[in-house]
């Protein structure tokens, strides 16, 4: 019942920037954390950064001063603005939301379908 749509992915050279959008749709739900996942060709899916309702961010390690996570409550929109692209940020980057469903309060966690991030060297 809530749907993740992602976009802003592409190619882009290393030291470039790139700005994903995910838009979240659907009813009777409660959006909390949202967040960004990705996944290197061959490798686990990982945490990239996520947003709590109040604002409180978390990063990797990896991506620590140059990306920036956001979101419009409003809109119902987590962005994920990236900046100093290396290489080794390609990856698919998944959106993810974590709901509360409001009528019974039980909990769901949402992926959207995933855009691909290249940087090139």
């Known amino acids: 019942q809530v749907q993740l749509v992602e976009s802003g992915g592409g190619l882009v050279q290393a030291g470039g920037s790139l700005r994903l959008s995910c838009a979240a749709s659907?009813?009777?739900?409660?959006?909390?954390?949202m967040g960004w996942y990705r996944q290197p060709p061959g490798k686990q899916r990982e945490l990239v950064a996520d947003?709590?309702?109040?604002?409180?961010?978390n990063y990797a390690d990896s991506v620590k001063g140059r990306f920036t996570v956001s979101r419009d409550n409003a809109k119902n929109t987590v962005y994920l603005q990236m900046n100093s692209l290396k290489p080794e940020d390609t990856a698919v980057y998944y959106c993810?939301?974590?709901?509360?469903?409001?009528?019974?309060?039980?909990?769901?966690?949402?992926w959207g379908q995933g855009t691909q991030v290249t940087v090139s060297s």
């Open positions: 993810n939301a974590d709901c509360t469903k409001i009528l019974g309060r039980r909990r769901y966690n949402y």
């Open positions: 659907g009813s009777g739900f409660s959006i909390n954390v």
């Open positions: 947003i709590t309702l109040s604002g409180s961010t």
